[in-house]
């Protein structure tokens, strides 16, 4: 339907004269009255009585008339919504977290830039690494937050993007522990049984850092998959469990290697991954808000 029809529909209603009503749309009357014919072809009733002079509504065009006055109202509405709803948006910041860092690192984080900013209304979407890249890349969110290695690479490693390092964080290999206290499990091992490995799926971002730098320190040791998975905190709940080592975020696990409730699975940290904690955005422009918080973070530097 064109919206313009509505308006013809009003101005022939208020006059019952096809010409006086083209006059006042400024078309010719032909076309003013083939516009009016498309509006009843396309709701497949009558509008107007034509036998009278002047024509007059059908029962149709009573009920239509109501709801044209409906539909000129909402659409005369749009502009000032479109822009409350373009305004909220850009007051509104859009951050993209991996689950791990959602509610680790990313909370205290923001304790600290709102002493330099004001950090106002958040949309905050936590999911895998993958998804999290798709995010920005799509533009529905303006900054992503993440682990991050130079040997892993991925797709916000662009011209398109930036980042700035705000966080350090260590991944540990870790296991339950047996009943001394020591590791039920060991990179160490000299039994000739392979060692079960609990493992991050091809969409984790940890699993990439895992991969990219582990992966021929590891390929010698006697190792099983038991568990595969996309998070790191379903990771540490089998760990607790007794199935196997996993490298998990210390940032995650730092009371349980406190309290014992896992332990090192190495005796030193040969196998452990040191990462940043980075903030990515597109070198496009953020909004007055994105720029705030962007430049808030890079003056904060890393924790």
Known sequence: MNFLWLDDFKALAASGSFSRAADERNVTQPAFSRRVRALEAWLGVDLFDRRSQPATLTVAGEWFSDIADELLERVAALPGEAQAVSEAHSATLRIASTHVLSFTFLPRWLRTLETRTTVGPMQLMSDVLQRCEALIQQGKVQFVLSHAHPMSKGGLQSEAYVSAPVG?????????????????????????????????????????????????????????????????????????????????????????????RLVRASPDDRFDVPTEIRLYRSTAPAGKTGEAFWDAALAAGPM
């Open 168 to 260: 350090k964080d260590v991944l540990v290999p870790v296991c339950s522990a047996n009943n001394t206290g020591g590791p039920l499990f060991t990179l160490e091992n000299k039994t000739g049984i392979a060692v079960p490995v609990l493992q991050y799926s091809t969409d984790s971002g940890i699993g990439r850092i895992t991969r990219a730098v582990l992966g021929q320190q590891l390929a010698h040791l006697e190792m099983q998959v038991v568990v595969t998975a996309h998070l790191a905190s379903v990771l540490r709940t089998m760990s607790l469990d007794g199935r196997g080592v996993a490298w998990l975020p210390f940032t995650l696990i730092e009371e349980d290697l406190a309290s014992g």
